[in-house]
Nanobody
Protein backbone atom coordinates (compact mmCIF):
# COMPACT_ATOMS: atom_id res chain seq x y z
CA UNK A 1 0.00 0.00 0.00
CA UNK A 2 1.10 3.57 -0.68
CA UNK A 3 2.38 5.22 2.49
CA UNK A 4 3.60 8.76 3.12
CA UNK A 5 5.08 9.81 6.46
CA UNK A 6 5.86 13.47 7.13
CA UNK A 7 8.31 14.68 9.75
CA UNK A 8 10.31 17.75 10.72
CA UNK A 9 7.59 20.04 11.99
CA UNK A 10 7.69 21.80 15.30
CA UNK A 11 7.82 25.20 16.96
CA UNK A 12 9.87 27.90 15.27
CA UNK A 13 10.26 31.65 15.62
CA UNK A 14 9.32 34.15 12.93
CA UNK A 15 12.25 34.49 10.56
CA UNK A 16 13.53 31.03 11.36
CA UNK A 17 13.79 27.94 9.17
CA UNK A 18 12.58 24.35 9.11
CA UNK A 19 13.05 21.40 6.80
CA UNK A 20 10.16 19.01 6.42
CA UNK A 21 10.59 15.48 5.12
CA UNK A 22 8.19 12.98 3.57
CA UNK A 23 9.23 9.34 3.43
CA UNK A 24 7.39 7.37 0.75
CA UNK A 25 6.84 3.66 0.23
CA UNK A 26 4.54 1.28 -1.62
CA UNK A 27 5.12 2.64 -5.12
CA UNK A 28 7.94 3.41 -7.54
CA UNK A 29 8.86 6.77 -6.06
CA UNK A 30 11.00 8.00 -8.95
CA UNK A 31 8.11 7.57 -11.40
CA UNK A 32 5.83 10.13 -9.76
CA UNK A 33 5.62 13.83 -9.16
CA UNK A 34 5.16 14.83 -5.52
CA UNK A 35 3.56 17.79 -3.81
CA UNK A 36 3.04 19.52 -0.48
CA UNK A 37 -0.13 21.13 0.82
CA UNK A 38 -0.99 22.73 4.14
CA UNK A 39 -4.00 23.42 6.30
CA UNK A 40 -3.95 26.34 8.71
CA UNK A 41 -6.19 26.22 11.80
CA UNK A 42 -9.80 26.66 10.76
CA UNK A 43 -8.86 26.99 7.08
CA UNK A 44 -9.11 24.84 3.99
CA UNK A 45 -6.37 22.84 2.35
CA UNK A 46 -3.89 24.99 0.38
CA UNK A 47 -1.50 23.60 -2.22
CA UNK A 48 1.99 25.01 -1.65
CA UNK A 49 4.55 23.23 -3.84
CA UNK A 50 5.18 20.49 -6.37
CA UNK A 51 8.14 18.74 -7.94
CA UNK A 52 8.49 16.63 -11.07
CA UNK A 53 9.50 12.99 -10.86
CA UNK A 54 13.15 13.70 -11.66
CA UNK A 55 13.30 16.85 -9.56
CA UNK A 56 14.13 19.17 -12.45
CA UNK A 57 10.87 21.13 -12.36
CA UNK A 58 9.50 22.79 -9.25
CA UNK A 59 6.37 24.81 -8.60
CA UNK A 60 5.25 27.10 -5.78
CA UNK A 61 2.18 28.94 -4.64
CA UNK A 62 2.55 32.72 -4.78
CA UNK A 63 2.29 32.90 -1.01
CA UNK A 64 5.50 30.92 -0.52
CA UNK A 65 7.64 31.81 -3.55
CA UNK A 66 11.14 32.85 -2.59
CA UNK A 67 10.91 31.31 0.88
CA UNK A 68 10.11 27.63 0.28
CA UNK A 69 12.28 25.13 -1.58
CA UNK A 70 11.07 21.68 -2.59
CA UNK A 71 13.53 18.92 -3.42
CA UNK A 72 13.68 15.14 -3.59
CA UNK A 73 16.13 12.30 -3.17
CA UNK A 74 14.90 9.40 -5.26
CA UNK A 75 17.54 7.08 -3.80
CA UNK A 76 16.00 7.65 -0.36
CA UNK A 77 12.36 7.77 -1.53
CA UNK A 78 12.05 11.12 0.22
CA UNK A 79 10.74 14.56 -0.71
CA UNK A 80 11.69 17.65 1.29
CA UNK A 81 10.31 21.11 1.90
CA UNK A 82 12.72 23.74 3.19
CA UNK A 83 10.95 26.71 4.71
CA UNK A 84 12.92 29.92 5.25
CA UNK A 85 11.91 33.27 6.73
CA UNK A 86 9.01 31.71 8.58
CA UNK A 87 5.93 33.82 9.12
CA UNK A 88 3.10 33.31 11.62
CA UNK A 89 0.76 32.63 8.70
CA UNK A 90 2.87 29.57 7.83
CA UNK A 91 1.43 27.89 10.92
CA UNK A 92 -0.37 24.83 9.59
CA UNK A 93 -0.35 21.08 9.29
CA UNK A 94 1.79 20.23 6.27
CA UNK A 95 0.86 17.21 4.17
CA UNK A 96 2.73 15.27 1.51
CA UNK A 97 0.73 14.12 -1.52
CA UNK A 98 1.13 11.84 -4.52
CA UNK A 99 -1.20 10.80 -7.32
CA UNK A 100 -0.78 7.19 -8.39
CA UNK A 101 -2.95 6.01 -11.30
CA UNK A 102 -5.77 8.41 -10.54
CA UNK A 103 -5.75 7.98 -6.77
CA UNK A 104 -4.56 10.66 -4.36
CA UNK A 105 -2.59 9.59 -1.30
CA UNK A 106 -1.83 11.73 1.73
CA UNK A 107 0.31 11.42 4.80
CA UNK A 108 -0.97 12.19 8.27
CA UNK A 109 0.81 15.55 8.28
CA UNK A 110 3.36 17.34 10.42
CA UNK A 111 2.49 20.45 12.43
CA UNK A 112 4.46 23.67 11.96
CA UNK A 113 3.87 26.36 14.56
CA UNK A 114 5.45 29.79 14.06
CA UNK A 115 5.32 31.92 17.17
CA UNK A 116 7.55 34.20 19.21
Amino acid sequence: QVQLVESGGGLAQPGGSLRLSCAASGFTFSSYAMSWARQAPGKGLEWVSGISRGGSDTYYADSVKGRFTISRDNAKNTVYLRINSLKPEDTAVYYCNVGVRGMNYWGKGTLVTVSS
